[in-house]
């Protein structure tokens, strides 16, 4: 009856064929296809909710992840199957029994509430093990041990500490960790975009974004950098996933760039760093931004605003960096027998971008973010229809729910974990603890503070997805930066971009590995490159401190004086790092200094002359240049 609908699911260790494949995509496919739903329709307690997805999410990681090396990797062991039952039972049970708990049973839980809160807390962890290591889960483990050990933490860390059962029910028990606010935004908001993207895909629009970036950027030089730029910055404003971002656009961009020239880790690290930026390119953009709105009480949309002109000036920096990377080492760009109209690809393909219209139509008509991704997948379907190849019929429908729901999966597994962690912070009070040493160890430097920061949420990546290292950072950091004055908003988004920066930041560089896995390159190379490329990742936290502008903070003169002034210093930061210039190539070692003191006038807070002396250091390093091209060009 399925054949034909069913594909072989293939993950990290572990392909999944026949009947395996066919339980975790109908599994896939009803987790996707519930959370369409309530998105659209459903009006379901909260507890359902959260419970489900944390259910769903873990079945779906037993089922494609492995326990162990040795383990079967054609088919779930019994091992798999005991969590798989550990999982519904417990998140079952919660679900059934938490209106229960918050009318008579609070601060008393009975023996099934502790036994099901040790295995629902031991399925959790294991669910992040699988998937992303032993980082994440040992890091959740000291978290819950802090609350049991407070009295013998080192100074202003200590506390009174907490009993086992303490600790069993606030994690399990309540909606402030397990269930808590992590998994209600990811159940919520995260995933019906999830599903969004999976049908966009499934309806045509990565390949018609892959040709529209193609079309725009492909002759020009070094055209297929720019290419994996657009696209990158395209899909994701839908996809919302940096490594997504990596596998589903780099696999055609990372190809064409070595075919033209570039090194093989230069290419994984432009695809990385491209990818890397789709995570705040609105409308869509990453999973952390949900996850922003709902701790700032933003509305979403006002995040997305927000975000417009810091994301432009990062992929005009970007486009800044691959095209003097073409000039400094001769790349050409595509054949133009390879290169389609851009006409003819908005012409077939010009119906993408409605349902993208659609989302932000309903969310600036004042609904939620759910129900404009359930009408984003809605016209998605419809319009698949323009094509008779690209029409969407009960196959394609069912493949894309399926889609969905395996796209969490890597998302999706640290978000109990990342819950526990919470919970831990937030029954021993340690945020504002944490935060309190964060100031005294910078001395109360708003500068030093980010910075630290940043390091810190270089560190914490390591062991954890983006979202992750801004989740724990937004409890542990955000606070000591409000207290240093800076708005919530912008204390937040400082945090969220730190985050951001641990995907291209060597040892541990999510996205770097896996554009350096397609490039066949080095991954510590192919990072330490996505780091120059990607430079103003490490700018932009103080820009949203020092210069609002950014952040549509102040009139519009302010606004677009700040636009101005960080298009000629991101101009003059690009040739100082490359060492070249766009007309003529290669330029002296003075001329760098002059366009680095430039940067540094234009890029740091200061008066207007400051900013004029920054623009005069610039031309002052352009005008050999432009005299020579002008001599030589008559």
């Not at 000039?327 to 389609?340: A, D, K, M, Q």
């Not at 060597?506 to 190379?525: E, K, L, T």
């Not at 060492?579 to 740091?604: D, M, S, Y």
């Not at 900013?611 to 005008?623: E, I, N, Q, R, S």
Request: aromatic letters at 12%; charged letters at 10%; one cysteine or more.
């Amino acid at each position: 009856m399925l054949k034909g609908w069913i594909e072989p699911v293939g993950g990290p260790s572990r392909s999944l064929t026949g009947g395996y494949a066919a339980l975790y995509t109908l599994t896939a496919a009803a987790f996707s296809l519930w959370y369409l739903y309530t998105s659209g329709f459903g009006l379901v307690s909260t507890e359902t909710n959260r419970g489900f997805y944390l259910m769903f999410t873990s079945v779906l990681v037993f089922l494609l992840y492995p326990a162990r090396r040795g383990a079967p990797l054609n088919r779930p062991s019994i091992v798999d199957a005991v969590f798989i039952v550990g999982a519904v039972v417990s998140m079952g049970y919660w679900i059934d029994q938490y209106a229960e708990y918050a009318v008579n049973r609070v601060s008393l839980p009975n023996r099934w509430d502790l036994t099901m809160g040790l295995i629902a807390i031991v399925v959790i962890l294991e669910t992040s093990r699988r998937v992303l290591g032993y980082a994440i889960t040992i890091i959740a483990l000291l978290f819950l041990a802090q609350l049991y050990f407070g009295p013998y933490l080192p100074g202003k860390l200590a506390h009174s500490g907490m009993g086992v059962e303490r600790i069993i029910e606030f994690t399990y028990s309540t909606q402030e960790a397990m269930f808590g606010v992590v998994t209600a935004t990811f159940a919520t908001f995260v995933f019906p975009f999830m599903v969004l993207g999976a049908f966009l895909e499934r309806s045509g629009a990565g390949a018609f974004f892959m040709d529209l970036g193609t079309a725009l950027a492909g002759k020009w030089r070094g055209g297929p950098a720019k290419v994996a730029v657009l696209t990158s910055a395209l899909f994701g404003s839908i996809s919302g996933s940096s490594v997504a971002n990596v596998v589903a656009t780099g696999s055609f961009t990372i190809p064409l760039m070595k075919r033209i020239g570039y090194r093989p880790e230069h290419a994984g690290a432009i695809e990385a760093i491209s990818s890397t930026g789709g995570q705040f390119m609105p409308p869509v953009m990453g999973a952390g931004v949900f996850i922003l709105a709902t701790l700032t009480q933003t509305d979403y949309l006002s995040i997305a605003l927000m975000n417009v002109i810091p994301a432009v000036l990062f992929f005009i920096f970007l486009i800044y960096m691959v095209d003097l990377e073409a000039v400094r080492t001769g790349l050409r760009g595509l054949p133009s027998e390879e290169i389609p109209r851009v006409r003819d690809v908005l012409k077939r393909g010009w119906h993408f971008f409605v349902p993208l219209v659609v989302v932000l139509g309903v969310m600036f008509s004042g609904y939620t973010p759910e129900l404009a991704a359930f009408w984003g997948c809605m016209s998605a379907l419809v319009l698949s229809w323009r094509h008779r190849k690209t029409a969407m019929g009960p196959r394609s429908i069912f493949q894309a729910l399926a889609a969905g729901g395996k796209n969490n999966t890597s998302a999706g597994c640290s978000i109990g974990a990342l819950g526990i962690i919470i919970g831990g912070i937030v029954l021993s009070g340690l945020g504002l603890k944490f935060s309190a040493i964060l100031i005294d160890f910078a001395h109360g430097s708003l500068f030093f503070t980010i910075i630290l920061v940043t390091v810190i949420s270089i560190v914490i990546g390591m062991g954890s997805s983006t979202t992750g290292s801004y989740i724990i950072l937004s409890v542990v950091a955000a606070p000591a930066l409000i207290q240093l004055g800076v708005p919530e908003i912008a204390a937040h988004l400082v945090v969220f971009y730190a985050a951001c920066l641990s995907n291209i930041t060597p040892p541990v560089c999510v996205s770097a590995y896996a554009g350096a896995a397609i490039a066949g390159a080095d991954p510590m190379r192919t990072g330490l490159a996505a780091l120059k490329f990607g430079a103003t990742l490490i700018i932009i936290p103080f820009s949203f401190v020092y210069a609002p502008g950014l952040l549509l903070g102040g009139d519009v003169l302010t606004i677009v004086s700040t636009v101005v002034r960080y298009l000629f210093g991101y101009l003059a930061l690009a040739m100082a790092i490359q060492g070249t210039e766009f007309l003529l190539g290669k330029i002296t070692q003075w001329q760098r200094l002059l366009f680095l003191g430039a940067t540094v006038c234009l890029l740091i807070p200061s008066d207007a002359w400051i900013d004029g002396l920054g623009v005069l250091l610039l031309f002052a390093g352009w005008a050999p240049v432009a005299m020579r091209w002008r001599a030589a060009h008559g």
